[in-house]
């Protein structure tokens, strides 16, 4: 089994920072592509950041400037830091972790169980 935790969501006001970080534990060969994606009410699931396994990294347009993924290989886990945070990044945020168990099988998608993201004054 594979399992993805999130942690360092919350509530903070416009301006403010916080800290994501999604940990990828279990039965592990290697991990290759990992992302943020969110979900605001009534909306669909959608990409925020991606990285590489190599540490290429990739964003939406709106959280350009403002969002940094960055991850650790050897603990496997991936961060993101959100800077100047806007109301309407208020999300349910969601790790995704590209897992290849064993080399009898592909890589496989897994996610993470969603961390609370407010935005609020």
């Known amino acids: 089994q594979v399992q993805l935790v999130e942690s360092g969501g919350g509530s903070v006001q416009p301006g403010g920072s916080l800290r994501l970080s999604c940990t990828v534990s279990?039965?592990?060969?290697?991990?290759?592509?990992m992302g943020w994606y969110r979900q605001a009410p009534g909306k669909q699931r959608d990409l925020v950041a991606t990285i590489t396994r190599e540490g290429s990294a990739d964003y939406i347009d709106s959280v350009k400037g403002r969002f940094t993924i960055v991850r650790d290989n050897d603990k496997n886990t991936v961060y993101l830091q959100m800077n100047s945070l806007k109301p309407e990044d208020t999300a349910v945020y969601y790790c995704?972790?590209?897992?290849?168990?064993?080399?009898?099988?592909?890589?496989?998608?897994?996610w993470g169980q969603g961390t609370q993201v407010t935005v609020s004054s």
């Open positions: 995704n972790a590209r897992v290849l168990r064993t080399l009898m099988e592909g890589p496989l998608p897994y």
């Open positions: 279990g039965s592990i060969f290697r991990i290759y592509a």
